[in-house]
């Protein structure tokens, strides 16, 4: 098979991207079990919730999925490059499918509950990684950053549609164990699309010398040269640090409305200018700028995710403010212009772990930011502090705007062959 486009030729298509079938197929499964990811968490939170009246464990419900991808990504990430593909994502969403059963008809007690998720989130690096290089070795060039630009927008929508379908579950089916057996199916759904429509492709050949490393071993390794090479590092934090300076901000939203004095329910609706901002960058930035405008527009774009959070400092209106989250959520696009550095500086034999090792690091700052930023609020005041993690988001843009000064890792000229 052909390529879709070769590095920085022309400005790809979402429609010349969709048309690949790998893709499609991963882009569809990946929607469904994001949304019945989104469905099983709130199910959990509710459940929990209801059955102890306690908000901290209703709270670690929401989140202990979160930090153990850390764990994982460090232990057991280069399984998403020793084993075939196919037989990894498969199991990632049969896992998935087998924990929401038991979540849903066997009475644990809470604790066994998110000790049962936490597990299961140690190996979620391993999955998103074994998709994320199929990804990135079937789409080159533009295409691939226009299939990330796809994929974001997608986990947004079905993040949205998930929580909101939980909550219409719940309500419709009566009880939370029902809403946790929806996503069951939606998680089968996509295991049996992956094993009946995937094809098999190889696993990537180990590097010399590494065989017969055990896993965490080979993990570990992988992870220290990842970590050791400058322009990966650099593009990692890059990736990293500002997503972790906005949630930190968006955490204090509704200390922040409440301080303010804005109405109430306006905290809701300032939130949800967030995603609709990112999703609307996305789509403009990806579909009508030119791929090098892009990256030079990287540095640009996270100033534009900082900088209007830092404006929430000054005393605006609701509608400002509105739409000061708005511009912030658009600016998240500075990632577009990144992907293609990324995947370049990567060793082919590591894709897999590294896109494993990137998803962890964001889950996991993403989960730092709001700690941080609400302790700083404590002393602060909640206005403070936002406005303080945007001028941080915004102050970003120096990691971005620094360029590799060594040429790229060689990259595959073809698709897996087979």
């Known amino acids: 098979m052909t390529t879709l486009l070769e590095p920085a030729v022309r400005r790809a298509t979402y429609r010349e991207v969709l048309a690949d079938p790998l893709y499609r197929l991963l882009f569809v499964t990946r929607s469904l079990a994001i949304a019945a990811d989104s ?5 959990l939170s509710v459940l929990i919730y209801t059955t102890t009246s306690s908000p901290l464990l209703g709270a670690l419900a929401f989140g202990a999925g979160f930090l153990p991808q850390l764990v994982g990504s460090t232990l057991f990430g280069s399984l998403a490059d020793r084993v075939r593909p196919r037989f990894v994502i498969f199991l990632g969403y049969a896992v998935e499918c087998v924990s929401a059963v038991l979540l849903a008809t066997v009475p644990l ?5 998110l000790v049962l998720v936490a597990v299961i989130a140690t190996f979620v690096p391993v999955f998103g990684g074994a998709s994320a290089r199929v990804i990135a070795e079937t789409l080159t060039g533009d295409a691939y950053v226009l299939g990330r630009a796809l994929s974001s927008m997608s986990s947004s929508a079905a993040q949205l549609v998930g929580l909101a379908g939980g909550g219409a579950a719940i309500a419709a089916l009566g009880s939370p164990q029902h809403a946790l057996g929806v996503s069951a199916v939606l998680h089968a759904i996509s295991a049996i699309i992956i094993r009946l429509r995937m094809p098999n492709l190889p696993a990537v ?14 993990s570990w390794r992988a992870n220290r040269t990842l970590l050791a ?5 650099r593009l990692m934090f890059a990736q990293w640090l500002p997503p972790a300076f906005s949630v930190g901000a968006e955490g204090l939203l509704v200390a ?3 301080e303010r004095g804005f109405p109430a329910g306006a905290a809701g609706y300032l939130m949800a200018c967030l995603p609709v901002g990112m999703f609307a960058g996305d789509l403009v930035v990806g579909r009508f700028v030119a791929p090098r405008t892009r990256e030079r527009l990287a540095a640009p774009l996270v100033v534009l995710l900082g ?16 739409a000061l989250l708005f511009l ?3 600016g998240f696009a500075y990632t577009l212009g990144l992907q293609r550095s990324f ?14 090792v990137l998803g962890s690091g964001m889950m996991t700052a993403q989960g730092l930011g709001p700690a941080v930023f609400g302790a700083i609020a404590l002393a602060t005041g909640a206005t403070a502090a936002v406005a303080l993690a945007g001028a941080a988001a915004a102050g970003c843009a120096v990691i971005v705007s620094v360029r590799r000064t060594r040429p790229p890792a060689a990259r595959r000229s073809s698709r897996y062959p087979g």
């Open 328 to 330: 912030s959520g658009a």
């Open 205 to 218: 050949p180990a590097a010399e010398g590494s065989t017969g490393n055990s896993v965490m071993k080979h």
């Open 109 to 113: 007690p809470a604790w066994a509950c």
């Open 229 to 233: 090479d400058w322009a990966v590092r």
């Open 256 to 258: 922040y409305a409440g």
């Open 39 to 43: 469905l099983r968490i709130l199910a």
């Open 307 to 322: 900088l209007p959070l830092a404006l929430l400092g000054f005393a605006v209106p609701v509608p400002v403010a509105a």
């Open 343 to 356: 995947v370049d500086a990567l060793p082919e034999a590591m894709r897999g772990q590294a896109f494993g």
